[in-house]
């Protein structure tokens, strides 16, 4: 398929805020995803957002969407080292699975 | 709670042979998905189900096989294992499938072939 398109690497100072953002291929796509890969683990849902919506907040996360430009960020407040980890975008395509862009790398530092 | 179990974690395999990457899920999800994820590539869909009996392909088949014969059960079979199959493969469930679902996953197999 078209690819989701990511920043490969992103590096914050603890205590700052981290903004990851995608570009997405499919304007159909009902849900938008971002997953967070901890080393050595599989993909967790970190958070979604509805196509018919500018905007979710949940707790430190904070996820845009911009439908015009199919681009889509995750705003993580107060960064930890604890979230350093891989971050995906992904969008549902078919709607029986998910296209993913290639993953950010965060490093929080110290 | 179990979720998703793959097994193994870890395998070498040699240019030629072949192997069954198992994968079981206990929370009766309909929707089994076969991912592989290579370095900076990001994951591709090799071949899914959406019940026991159905299963299709997604965007890199090629080298290998699924079956579904039980909900819980969805393994990936390579025929000829090659070079470009080294990887690590991610095998995923779904209750409603992507439009409306969350996706649960294996922690992954890693497979080298040399």
């Known amino acids: 398929g078209e690819d989701v398109e990511q920043s490969l690497f992103l590096s914050v100072r603890e205590g700052d805020s981290s903004v990851i953002n995608c570009t997405y291929t499919?304007?159909?796509?009902?849900?938008l995803y971002w997953y967070k890969q901890e080393p050595g683990a599989g993909l967790q849902l970190l958070t979604y957002?509805?196509?018919?919506?500018d905007m979710k907040q949940d707790q430190r996360l904070t996820v845009l969407l911009n439908k015009k430009d199919k681009h889509l960020s995750l705003r993580i407040a107060d960064t930890q080292t604890g979230d350093s980890a891989i971050y995906f975008c992904a969008e549902a395509n078919s709607g029986y699975a998910l296209n993913f862009g290639k993953g950010t790398s965060l490093l929080v530092t110290p | 709670n179990a979720g998703v179990t793959q097994t193994p974690k870890f395998r070498i395999l040699k240019i030629g042979q072949s192997m069954t990457l198992q994968c079981a899920q206990d929370m009766n999800h309909n929707y089994m998905y076969w991912y592989r994820q290579d370095p900076g590539m990001g994951l591709k869909l090799i071949y899914y189900s959406v019940g026991a009996g159905i299963t299709d392909k997604g965007e890199v088949p090629n080298g290998y096989n699924v079956s579904r014969s039980t909900t819980e059960d969805f393994p990936l079979r390579l025929e000829l294992a090659a070079p470009s199959q080294t990887s690590v493969y991610f095998c995923?469930?779904?209750?409603?499938?992507?439009?409306?679902?969350?996706?649960?996953f294996g922690e992954g197999s890693r497979l080298t072939v040399l």
């Open positions: 957002i509805f196509s018919n919506m």
């Open positions: 499919d304007s159909s796509s009902t849900y």
């Open positions: 995923a469930s779904s209750y409603q499938g992507m439009n409306t679902g969350e996706l649960f």
